[in-house]
């Protein structure tokens, strides 16, 4: 099913409200008391962080973490995961680094780039290439989509 195409609140409301109809009356009781005003749609987005091309992690005291890094689809549940581990990981550099007498900070955001890309590259191509599976039109892969993960996704919500 493609997205909305329209951004009249209204519209977009609507579709939220029948896209979950079958979901926890607690959600769609969100969707209700939403002010019309504040409902927008917004597209969701990955960025691959290809080797020697990607901007940098940091740029002298600035470092980014989280989606601001790699935005990543939801298809595989792991973008706030890699946030979290994002923000431990860099806690770990700069402690190291407050510790030290030799290192700056700007190495402890350029360990931590360098160290979280090994993670985050791979988990953004899987994203990505499960979003595009799912969205194939073949018969089997709807009914897996349809019947299989979106029962699962339900149950475990």
């Known amino acids: 099913m493609a997205g909305p195409t329209t951004t009249e609140p209204l519209v977009l409301k609507k579709q939220a409200q029948d896209l979950l109809e079958n979901w926890p009356p607690e959600l769609l009781d969100i969707i209700d008391s939403t002010p019309d005003d504040t409902i ?9 962080l290809w080797p020697l091309i990607s901007p940098p992690v940091s740029k002298g005291r600035v470092v980014l973490v989280g989606d601001a890094w790699h935005p990543m689809t939801p298809n595989i549940g792991q973008g706030a995961c890699c946030a979290l581990e994002d923000a431990v990981v860099l806690a770990k550099k700069l402690a190291t680094t407050i510790n030290s007498d ?21 988990i953004t191509i899987l994203s990505n290439l499960v979003g ?8 089997l892969v709807c009914y897996v989509r349809n019947n299989i993960v979106r029962d699962r996704a339900r149950k475990n919500s």
């Open 102 to 122: 030799d290192a700056s900070i700007e190495d402890a955001f350029r360990s931590y780039g360098n160290e979280r890309w090994l993670r985050i590259f791979p």
């Open 132 to 139: 595009s599976i799912l969205q194939w039109d073949n018969p």
């Open 40 to 48: 927008i749609m917004n597209p969701l987005m990955d960025r691959w």
